[in-house]
């Protein structure tokens, strides 16, 4: 094949070492997997150049370094399971075209950058068993097709209220568990728009009485609210 012919490549499971710079050179590459292999080193900064790369998976390897800027096509990113440094680039809130977003289980490190809300498209963000600290931007609640958010596993901190969920109609699966310094303050009145099958808030503090809005939730199939301060008798 020729740098300007291929436009898919599959080799998860068959790589090892280092990915070079001369990967940017495979101008028409649309779909790129490398996952599950032994991957080491930064990922090139020639990959996120490529103008047509729709998807890209290296999860699952031992990659290192920063994660690079990306171009506006990148519809699925999934780089979960490698050592990566850093902060999530706030670059990524001008990828209109991402509908997936997996970053889970790196090193990443400062907070989740406001420009996410920017994601119109995005229906999963996985950002867990990373380092990041800050609160969680505001503007997550204008993402109207988002799904799954899962956010555990972090240092997140500061007050979650209803204006995060603004306009999460969409929203299926909730994950913020194992964040200690992360409140929520919802008014016992407040009708989400969604409704959840998946909701997981361990290690969060959610105030003294059990959450009323659960109880307009009546899709939920998994309910996690261990270690979360909740004093007093259940209701009814």
């Known amino acids: 094949c020729t740098r300007y012919a291929l436009e898919r490549l599959d080799l998860h499971e068959s790589l090892y070492g280092t990915l070079p710079q ?17 991957l080491t ?36 990113l999934d780089l979960s399971y490698n050592h990566l440094k850093g902060s999530i680039p706030e670059s990524f809130g001008k990828l209109p075209a991402l509908i997936y977003l997996n970053l889970r289980s790196n090193r990443l490190t400062g907070p989740i950058p406001a420009s996410l809300g920017g994601l119109v498209t995005v ?9 990041l600290n800050g609160t969680i ?4 609640g204008q993402l109207a ?30 994950d913020t568990s194992s964040n200690i310094r992360l409140a929520f303050n919802v008014s016992r009145e407040w009708i989400p728009s969604f409704q959840l099958v998946s909701l997981q808030l361990s290690s969060c503090n959610i105030g003294n009485e059990f959450p009323q809005w659960l109880r307009h939730q009546r899709k939920l199939v998994r309910l996690a609210l261990s270690n979360t301060t909740i004093s007093g008798p259940l209701p009814p």
């Open 145 to 174: 097709k988002l799904q799954y958010l899962d956010l555990s596993s972090n240092s997140l901190e500061g007050v979650i209220f209803e204006d995060h969920f603004a306009n999460l109609s969409m929203l299926k699966q909730l």
């Open 41 to 76: 080193g930064p990922i090139p900064k020639s990959l996120g150049r490529l103008r047509f790369l729709e998807v890209l998976d290296l999860s699952s390897n031992e990659l290192t370094g920063p994660i690079p800027t990306f171009h506006a096509k990148l519809a699925k």
């Open 137 to 140: 931007p505001v503007s997550i």
């Open 22 to 38: 001369t990967i940017g050179r495979l101008a028409n590459l649309r779909g790129l997997d490398l996952s599950r292999s032994g």
């Open 123 to 131: 229906q999963a963000i996985w950002l867990s068993s990373n380092m």
